[in-house]
């Protein structure tokens, strides 16, 4: 018996590692959302940051919106930081949204006009740049 001990492991192990990252799925990547909204919080946590930002629909009414963003490890490295966006930012964003929620998306564009910063999903790396600033 003992010596289906390491295989049961790493299984299990194997397993849990897989369950932990989740995949895109959920979001449908053959649609695109956009919206303009100011960021309420910003959530720099493993795996996935997320941006929460409230977003005024036509009719006046102020609705909040989630954007799931890039792995932590991804972000970091391009050089976002837990400072990279503040509350009353200004943003318009675009991503593909969530099929069962319909105020989540999976970020693939952030614009901050304010100077110029851009944010953006390409492929599967992301990538952070600035202009000089608003037109």
């Given at each position: 018996?003992?010596?289906w001990t390491g295989p049961i492991l790493t299984l299990s192990l194997?397993?849990?590692?897989?369950q932990a990252h989740h995949s895109l799925s959920n979001?449908?990547?053959?649609?695109s959302?956009?919206?303009?909204?100011v960021i309420e919080e910003f959530h720099f946590l493993n795996p996935h940051p997320f941006l929460i930002?409230?977003?005024t629909d036509a009719s006046g009414v102020r609705q909040l919106w989630r954007l799931e963003m890039d792995n932590l490890?991804?972000?970091d490295d391009i050089g976002i930081s837990k400072t990279t966006f503040k509350f009353g930012d200004r943003v318009t964003v675009?991503?593909?949204?969530?099929?069962?929620?319909?105020?989540?998306?999976y970020l693939r564009r952030l614009d901050r006009p304010s100077d110029g910063l851009r944010y953006e999903q390409i492929g599967s790396r992301p990538r952070l740049t600035r202009?000089?600033?608003?037109?």
């Open positions: 018996m003992r010596k194997f397993a849990t590692a897989a979001y449908d990547q053959g649609r959302v956009r919206a303009d909204g930002i409230g977003v490890h991804e972000l675009t991503g593909d949204p969530d099929r069962t929620k319909p105020r989540e998306i202009t000089s600033g608003p037109d």
